[in-house]
Nanobody, 119 residues
């Protein structure tokens, strides 16, 4: 059974750093896209960073220069390094992946991990 397993998150002071990781587990699939979205209560879920085709990374304007998305393709894992965190980065962060097998393709979401930036 394919699923996304997230780790990281927590409480950090403004200006601090955190790293999130997300692993796609299971067998017999390829990763077409993988990355992170975030959501604040009462607002729509928004893109943070997304790797597509194993090459192109799209960042939200609000995180460019502060967040870095990287991957370990052998482990089907992506990492989101978040630097210079600010209170407005506080949200629930969700891992997302578009995975495909021989005869199927499906969007997957992680359970979400809380990131709180506060002094």
């Amino acid at each position: 059974q394919v699923q996304l397993v997230e780790s990281g998150g927590g409480l950090v002071q403004p200006g601090g750093s955190l790293r999130l990781s997300c692993a796609a587990t299971g067998n017999n699939f390829v990763v077409n896209a993988m990355g992170w979205y975030r959501q604040v209560p009462g607002k729509q879920r928004e893109l943070v960073a997304l790797l597509t085709g194993g090459q192109s990374i799209n960042y939200a304007d609000s995180v460019k220069g502060r967040f870095t998305l990287s991957e370990d393709s052998a482990k089907n894992t992506v990492y989101l390094r978040m630097d210079s965190l600010a209170p407005e980065d506080t949200a629930i962060y969700f891992c997302y992946a578009k995975l495909a097998g021989e005869l199927w393709a499906h969007d997957y979401w992680g359970q979400g991990t809380q990131v709180t930036v506060s002094s």
